[in-house]
C-alpha cells in the first residue's frame, strides 16, 4: 500500500514537471537586469527629492539595546544608500544620547557576557558606517557622565559633544531633518 502512494507522488510529481515548460531564456532573468534596468524597477523617491543635491539628517538615537540598535542601523544605512542611487549627497549626523552612550564604550566589561558579542557587533557597523563620506557621529557628554564613560573610553570615531540637545538645536537651524531613533 505505501508503494502504491509512493508510485503516485513520484507519477504526480513527473507530470507536474512536464506539464511547466520552461526555456532557457525564462531562467533568472530578473538575476540578470543591467543597473539601469534595475534602476527603473525600484521604487524611487522623485517627488520628495525633487531639487535636492544634499540630504541632510539628524538621527537623534536613545536605544540602549545593541539589537534593536542594530536593527535601526540598516535602515539608516538603506536610507544612506537610497539617497546615493538617487543622486542626492548624504550628510549625517549619528547623535548619540542616553542610554544608547552604553553601546559606545570600547571596554565591555560593563555588559553582561551574553551581550558582549551583540555590542561587538553593533560597534562594528557603527565603524563601517562612520567610513561612509558624509557621516559623522558624536555622543553627549551629559549622558557619557552618567554611565560613567569619558570620552577617551568611546570606541574610535565618536565625537564627543558636551550637549546632544545644543546639537540637535544647531544642525537644525543649518538645515538638517532631526529624526528619532526611539
Not at 522623485?46 to 540602549?64: K, P, Q
Request: charged share 20%; proline share 5%.
Amino acid at each position: 500500500m505505501k508503494n502504491n502512494y509512493l508510485i503516485q507522488a513520484l507519477f504526480a510529481m513527473f507530470l507536474i514537471a512536464i506539464a511547466l515548460p520552461v526555456s532557457a531564456g525564462d531562467i533568472g532573468t530578473e538575476h540578470c537586469l543591467t543597473d539601469d534596468e534595475l534602476e527603473a524597477r525600484q521604487p524611487n523617491d522623485r517627488a520628495a527629492l525633487e531639487g535636492i543635491e544634499v540630504g541632510s539628517i539628524f538621527w537623534d538615537v536613545t536605544i540602549g539595546d545593541p539589537k534593536l540598535l542594530l536593527g535601526r542601523l540598516g535602515v539608516i544605512d538603506q536610507t544612506y544608500r537610497d539617497m546615493v542611487r538617487q543622486n542626492v549627497t548624504p550628510k549625517m549626523i549619528l547623535a548619540f544620547r542616553g542610554g544608547s552612550v552604553r553601546l559606545l564604550a570600547s571596554d565591555l566589561s560593563g555588559h553582561s557576557e551574553e551581550s558582549r558579542p551583540e555590542v561587538q557587533n553593533l560597534q562594528r557597523r557603527l565603524q563601517q558606517m562612520m567610513e561612509l563620506p558624509g557621516v559623522r557621529m558624536e555622543a553627549c557628554y551629559i549622558a557619557m557622565r552618567r554611565v560613567p564613560l569619558e570620552p577617551e573610553g568611546l570606541i574610535r570615531g565618536i565625537e564627543t559633544v558636551n550637549n546632544t540637545f545644543l546639537s540637535a538645536m544647531g544642525y537644525g537651524q543649518r538645515g538638517f531633518v532631526s529624526l528619532p531613533i526611539h
